[in-house]
Every structure is written in structure tokens, then in C-alpha cells.
């Protein structure tokens, strides 16, 4: 497994936990100096995700059988170009699974995200609703996850997805970590997009759409 953005607040909780889980993980990090240190059992690598050949020369080391995207936060062209470089290293590497985090307010559930949000965060969220786009439209095992407002803190372990643009709420950034590791075993989540958010902080229709993780309890 190939991590992006395993130095940010959700993609290191991915790396540990992927590496927990018994996966061979690769932190792709934009600077090695300074990066947080990779759990037991990952390796680091450095990689600009806006540089295609940076991306493809990291999978072509890794050879990974699933690439996890959290990159995100700070330049705008990396929501939406970075994105768009790593689902396309992904064709040539001949890589297939594939889970990228973008955010509530994307694609069609910009329909139900405040004005508030779409006052502070419209650019990025057009951005991310771009890769988006490239995205699903590539020959790839695919699965987008778009969280809730992101916060770090303890996890409570009530991360729940949903496939309903409708929800709202928060997630930390752990729990967030953890469905996006059980989905990299998930083949029914290929090709779908899904809404994370805490149970606790749930809110939206009285009957959303709850997706449960394969091997997840009902």
C-alpha cells in the first residue's frame, strides 16, 4: 500500500494503521526532512504530487496493490492536480485499487453543504469535485470517500459511511483512517462514492443510506 499525504493529519493515522493491519506500507511524504517517522514496518518515500514522474517513480518503487489519497490542505492545486497525477500514475503503474478522500460539499452534495461552507471552502471544494471527475472516469478499482468536517482529538470509533450526499457531521481524523484502511480489503466499494461521518454527530435525513465496511457488524 502507497500512501499520499501520509505526513497530514489523516494520512499518518493511515499509515499506522495499515501497518497494524498487516499491509506493506509506503509514506509518501513531499520532503523526507522534518516528516513525522513511519510506523514499524513502513518505508518513507519523497514524492511532489505535482510532478507526475515524482508520483510514478514512488509506485514504480513501492509496487503497491492499493494507493490510499489524503492528500489535501494548503495549495489548491494539489486537491485538484495532485489528484489527477496520482489516478493517472496509477493507469501506467498498472495499479487498480484505488480510495481517495476528497470532502463533503463535492460533486452532488455541494447541493447540500451551507452557504457558510461553500463561502469558505468553494474553490477547494470545485477542485476536489475536478479530481473527482478525472478520476472516476479512468479505468481504475476506484472508491472516493468524502468525510465530514475533519477533527483530531480521540477516536470514538463511530466513523460510519453512508451512500446518501444528504449527511452531515464530523469525523476525526482516526476513525476516518480506519474506514479507509478496512475499505482497502472492501471490493464492494469499488466504484462508489461515500460519505463519512461520526454517528454521534450525524444529522441530515431521518433515513440516510449506511454503507457497512465488508465483515463490518450490522
Known amino acids: 500500500m502507497v500512501v499520499f499525504g501520509a505526513s497530514g493529519r489523516t494520512g499518518r493515522h493511515v499509515c499506522e494503521l495499515a501497518a497494524g493491519a498487516g499491509w506493506t ?43 490510499i489519497s489524503a492528500i489535501g490542505g494548503g495549495d489548491i492545486r494539489v486537491d ?70 475533519l477533527i483530531d482529538g480521540e477516536p470514538n470509533g463511530a466513523g460510519a459511511l453512508f451512500e446518501d450526499d444528504r449527511v452531515h457531521g464530523r469525523i476525526t481524523c482516526r476513525d476516518l483512517a480506519a474506514l479507509l484502511v478496512a475499505l482497502a480489503r472492501d471490493d464492494d466499494a469499488i466504484g462508489m462514492v461515500l460519505s463519512a461521518v461520526d454517528e454521534a454527530s450525524l444529522s441530515g435525513p431521518n433515513d440516510p443510506v449506511r454503507y457497512r465496511v465488508r465483515g463490518e457488524a450490522a
Open 80 to 149: 485538484d492536480e495532485g489528484v489527477r497525477n496520482i489516478a493517472d500514475a496509477c493507469v501506467v503503474a498498472g495499479v487498480r485499487r484505488v480510495i481517495v478522500v476528497t470532502s463533503l460539499g463535492c460533486g452532488a452534495s455541494r447541493t447540500y453543504a451551507s452557504e457558510r461552507l461553500l463561502a469558505a471552502i468553494g474553490e477547494v471544494l470545485a477542485a476536489k469535485t475536478r479530481a473527482e471527475t478525472h478520476l472516476t472516469a479512468l479505468p481504475l478499482e476506484w472508491t472516493v470517500v468524502r468525510p465530514g468536517g
Open 25 to 67: 506500507v509506503t509514506a509518501a511524504v513531499r520532503r523526507l526532512e522534518g516528516a513525522a517517522p513511519a510506523p514499524d514496518h513502513a518505508a518513507r518515500l519523497a514524492a511532489d504530487v505535482l510532478d507526475p514522474a515524482s508520483v510514478g517513480a514512488v509506485l514504480a518503487a513501492a509496487k503497491p496493490d492499493v494507493v
